[in-house]
């Protein structure tokens, strides 16, 4: 096994593990909080 065959290896990992946790997690209550704080990104005035 090369350094690479590790590297690679442990990174699907990680993204395999994000990829669950994005599974589980229901993002639209949390989406709907953060948005009354932030300006959507097609505001061109910037803060």
């Given amino acids: 096994m090369s350094f690479s065959d590790y590297y690679v290896?442990?990174?699907?990992r990680k993204g395999n593990f994000l990829m669950?946790?994005?599974?589980?997690?229901d993002w639209a209550p949390i989406e709907a909080t953060i948005i009354q704080h932030y300006s959507p990104?097609?505001?061109?005035?910037g803060r």
């Fill in 9 to 12: 290896t442990h990174r699907t």
């Fill in 20 to 25: 669950q946790i994005d599974e589980l997690i």
């Fill in 41 to 45: 990104a097609s505001d061109v005035t």
